[in-house]
Each structure stands twice: as structure tokens, then as C-alpha cells.
């Protein structure tokens, strides 16, 4: 049994599920996903952050939306 | 004076508020537009109508072009003021503008296209006779093709994405195994940036300056010079203080580089401001970077060194004026400086958006902020809040009221890079004027 682990959001901003509109998603819930894979991105004031994982698991389900206007801390992702 | 009697302004914050200020003086009235994150912005209370276009998220509000025409149509604005960044080099904006028969306050939209496309740029200057970085002169087809044009012209080279601008969008390779790399993920960048994943690659330049010169052409033919801009000293290739002139120009280099400018703003007939971008190396040879078809944000301390107000002109050769070349004096006055302030931590450059909660500022400079003391500086936009900018007879002392002014100010409850700029200021090399656009990341690794 492991315990769920969650990935909290390190800035304010706008999350993206994947690189570009273009693109696939980074991950899917279900994925295998190992620390230091990238989740998701943060845009904050122009600028781009990587949210990566920090300890390996697998993507149990993701807490808001592609697009979605996050605060700091606020749950993004919950690991299994 | 200018025919406009009303003017739309396609911008928000520290630009939007001094396009209003110009306007106020030549009983233009204003209209903003402003997306829900910044309905308490100053910019939208200082207009004389504002009209919302949309949630925070730029591209639903202030790249949305269809909406700020609607809000031009119904507030019934004779011309648009793009101000810099957003809609402002956008030649679709410009056309579109021009259909409903809104004056677009900026050059044509052709010659925005042009100068839009960095390659085709280069070109057009190469063909007037302006020296271009060497570098492969159309987009690389392949990888082989870039390894082959990195290998001619010699390592270490830029690859660059050829819709990018603002430091986005290129890296330094220094051999063929890390172009190999940098190929592939600098155009995946390109692509989800600009839409466009085109490359192109130039020789890189190891102690670079960069030095701007201002010109301005109306539809009657004048094109002229308001001298240069030193622009060296940037973090993340973004530029944090601008001053002018350039302490590395002498009177005949000065002379040699504006007269550059102008002779490749005449080669494409260009109307309205607009600022041609060089790269200068340790010879001072210097060689056309890109075009940039707007104000600038460090217009300022030419404004200071002129006596000119640039959003003046703007207006003026939209309407159709001639340029007033009587205005102008024989030299520039004294030194200037602008410093920008950012809601970013000092040393690592992390964005902090927050409210201000303390805003106090310097009583003897000139003041462009977005902000007030109470605002909120939401994470949608570009972090610069403000702009400090102090002017000298002499460039020492320039920097003496620049020291003293940032002295002063206090921007409180959000991180900021008042500090970094104090330093740079005390710091013996950019007193010297003695830097390059590596002098930051130099400044702070000491």
C-alpha cells in the first residue's frame, strides 16, 4: 500500500498540461512516472517553470485543468 | 497638431498611462482597454473611457485584436496605439485597423511583416549595404545544413528562431554534437512560442554590446536620427538598464552607426518611430541585429537627451505630418539613464507577483510605473512595474542621481530587483562604461 502523494504548484500562474497547444500531454493519470519527470508547465509574468516530480509513482489523477489560473501550493497532481 | 480627437490604447501599464499623458497634453481624448486583472489598474482610471475585452489570459484579452477593434468601432477612436510588445508589431492588427478605417499609430503593415521576419530583415539590410553578423542568409532546411554553416563560419555560433525576439528562442552551440541537441528543442520552443519553427544560425560574438539607434520617418520621405541607445546591461537577454549615448561610442563611431540606421529605415521607406538594433564587438564593428517597428520601453532617455516626446512624433507622423528636423538639436544633452524595476527576486530572477503593499519613490527622477502603493501585480504580464529614469549633464552625474534615487525607493510586499540595480550602479565596471551584455551574469557570479 503506498500513500497518495501530491504535487503542489511552486508559483502563481497558468498551468499547462502539455509543451505547446500542439502537443500531446506530458503525462496521462495512469502514467509511471519517475523524480524528475515534467508534469506540467507554470506561466508566470511571461516566463515558463517545469513542474516536476519529485519521487517516483504513478499519475493518479490531475487536481485542475489544462489552463487553469493556480495559486501558490495550491494541488496540482495527486501521485499513487 | 495631430487630427486625432480619440485614441484607443492597445497596451496596459506603465506605457499605456505615459501614451495617455502625451495624449492629455494635445487634447487627444483617451480610451483604454483592459482585461479583468487589471480593472484597478491607474492605466484604466487615467483614460478618459475604458473598455473591457476579456479575462486575464492575453490571448482572450490584449492579443485578442477583433475585440480591441470592436472597442475602437464603439468608443469611436479615430487611431490605435499599439505601445510596445502585444499587438504592436502584429502587421494583421495593422491591416486590420485600416479596414475599418482606424489609424494604426506604427509603420505600414508590410514593412511590420518585413522587419517581423528576422531573415528576410537581414537580407533587406545586407542588400542597403548595412554589415549583418555572419550567418546562413535563409532558414536551415536540415541539421546537416546547419552543421555545414556552423562549420563555414566557425563555433562557437547562435541558433536562433527567425519569428523570435526579446532573448526568446535562442541558444549559443558550441560544437556540432550540441548543435545536434540545441537543433531539435530550440525549434520545438520556436514552434509553441511564435508558431513558427523556423532556424537560422550567426556567428556569436564573445563580448558583445548592444546598441540601439532611434529613427523616425514620416510619408513624406524624412527619415532622421535621435541617436543611440547603450542597451548592454540585461539579465536573461532582456535589457534592465539602457542609457544614451553609449559611453563605448566615440563622435565619429556615433556618427558611422546612426547614419547606418537611417540609411536602412530609408531602404523600406519606413514611417512612424522605430529603433534598428546592432550588436557592437570589442573593434567596435558593428553589425544590424533586427528592427524593432514601435516604441521602445527604454524610449525615455532619448526623450531626455532630445527634448523630444517621442509619442508626440508618433502621433504626429501618423496623422500624416512632416517631421519637425528643426526640433531636433545639433547634439544630445547631457547623459541619461533608466533603470527597470521588476516584481522578480534580485539574484535568481523567480517572477514575484503579489500585492504592494509599500510603494515609495524617488522625488528627483522621471517616473513611468504601472503601479501604485495598495495594487496587485497579478502573474499574467510581464514583471516590470516601473521605469526610473534620471538625466545628468554628464553621464557621472546621471549615475550620482540614479544612485540617489534608488536610494529612495522602496517597493514593499513583493520581491524586486531594486538591490541588483543599486549594485550595478556602485559597480566600477559600468561606471567605467567599460561592459557588455555579459555583465550581469559577471556581476552576480562575483
Not at chain 1, 502537443?23 to 512516472?33: A, F, I, K, L, T
Not at chain 2, 523556423?198 to 546598441?211: A, D
Not at chain 2, 530572477?349 to 502603493?373: H, N, Q, W
Request: net charge negative; glycine share 8%.
Amino acid at each position: 500500500m503506498s500513500e497518495k502523494k501530491v504535487i503542489l504548484s511552486p508559483l502563481p500562474g497558468v498551468f499547462y498540461r502539455k509543451p505547446s497547444p500542439d502537443q500531446p500531454d506530458y503525462v496521462q493519470e495512469g502514467d509511471m512516472v519517475k523524480s524528475g519527470d515534467i508534469v506540467g508547465l507554470i506561466e508566470v509574468m511571461k516566463n515558463f517553470y517545469e513542474v516536476k516530480v519529485e519521487e517516483d509513482g504513478v499519475i493518479d489523477r490531475f487536481s485542475v485543468e489544462n489552463e487553469t489560473i493556480v495559486d501558490v501550493d495550491q494541488e496540482l497532481v495527486v501521485l499513487r | 497638431m495631430s487630427h486625432f480627437k480619440k485614441v484607443l490604447i492597445a497596451n496596459r501599464g506603465e506605457i499605456a498611462r505615459r501614451i495617455i499623458r502625451t495624449c492629455k497634453r494635445l487634447s487627444i481624448s483617451t480610451v483604454a482597454v483592459y482585461s479583468e486583472a487589471d480593472a484597478a489598474s491607474l492605466f484604466v482610471k487615467e483614460a478618459d473611457e475604458a473598455v473591457l475585452i476579456g479575462p486575464a489570459p492575453v490571448k482572450k484579452s490584449y492579443l485578442d485584436l477583433e475585440a480591441i477593434i470592436q472597442a475602437a468601432k464603439q468608443t469611436g477612436a479615430d487611431a490605435v496605439h499599439p505601445g510596445y510588445g502585444f499587438l504592436a508589431e502584429n502587421g494583421t492588427f495593422a491591416e486590420r485597423c485600416a479596414e475599418e478605417g482606424i489609424t494604426f499609430i506604427g509603420p505600414t503593415a508590410s514593412v511590420i511583416r518585413l522587419m517581423g521576419d528576422k531573415i528576410a530583415a537581414r537580407k533587406q539590410m545586407k542588400a542597403a549595404g548595412i554589415q549583418i553578423v555572419p550567418g546562413v542568409d535563409g532558414a536551415l532546411r536540415s541539421i546537416d545544413e546547419a552543421k555545414q554553416v556552423a562549420n563555414e563560419i566557425g563555433y562557437p555560433v547562435m541558433l536562433k528562431a527567425s519569428a523570435g525576439g526579446g532573448g526568446i528562442g535562442m541558444q549559443i552551440v558550441h560544437s556540432d554534437q550540441e548543435l545536434e541537441k540545441a537543433f531539435e528543442s530550440t525549434a520545438q520552443r520556436a514552434g509553441s512560442y511564435f508558431g513558427d519553427d523556423t532556424l537560422f544560425l550567426e556567428k556569436y560574438i564573445s563580448s558583445p554590446r548592444h546598441i540601439e539607434v532611434q529613427i523616425a520617418g514620416d510619408v513624406h520621405g524624412n527619415v532622421v536620427h535621435l541617436w543611440e541607445r547603450e542597451c548592454s546591461i540585461q539579465r536573461r537577454n532582456q535589457k534592465i538598464i539602457e542609457e544614451a549615448p553609449s559611453p563605448f561610442l566615440d563622435p565619429v563611431a556615433r556618427e558611422a552607426l546612426c547614419a547606418a540606421a537611417v540609411k536602412g529605415a530609408e531602404s523600406i521607406g519606413y514611417t512612424n518611430v522605430g529603433t534598428m538594433e546592432f550588436i557592437v564587438d570589442e573593434q567596435g564593428q558593428y553589425y544590424f541585429l533586427e528592427m524593432n517597428t514601435r516604441i521602445q520601453v527604454e524610449h525615455p532617455v532619448t526623450e531626455e537627451i532630445s527634448a523630444i516626446d517621442l509619442v508626440e512624433w508618433q502621433l504626429k507622423i501618423a496623422a500624416n505630418l512632416p517631421i519637425d528636423r528643426g526640433a531636433i538639436p545639433s547634439n544630445p544633452s547631457g547623459h541619461a539613464i533608466e533603470c527597470r524595476v521588476y516584481a522578480e527576486d534580485a539574484r535568481t530572477f523567480m517572477p514575484s507577483p503579489g500585492k504592494i503593499d509599500a510603494l515609495v519613490v524617488p522625488v528627483e527622477a522621471r517616473l513611468e510605473f504601472a503601479v501604485t502603493e495598495g495594487d496587485q501585480v497579478t502573474p499574467f504580464y510581464d514583471p516590470m512595474i516601473g521605469k526610473i529614469i534620471t538625466h545628468g549633464a554628464s553621464r557621472a552625474e546621471a549615475i550620482e542621481k540614479m544612485k540617489q534615487a534608488l536610494q529612495q525607493c522602496i517597493v514593499g510586499g513583493i520581491k524586486n530587483n531594486l538591490p541588483l540595480l543599486a549594485s550595478i550602479m556602485d559597480d566600477s565596471a559600468f561606471q567605467a562604461g567599460t561592459y557588455n551584455t555579459k555583465f550581469v551574469e559577471t556581476l552576480l557570479k562575483g
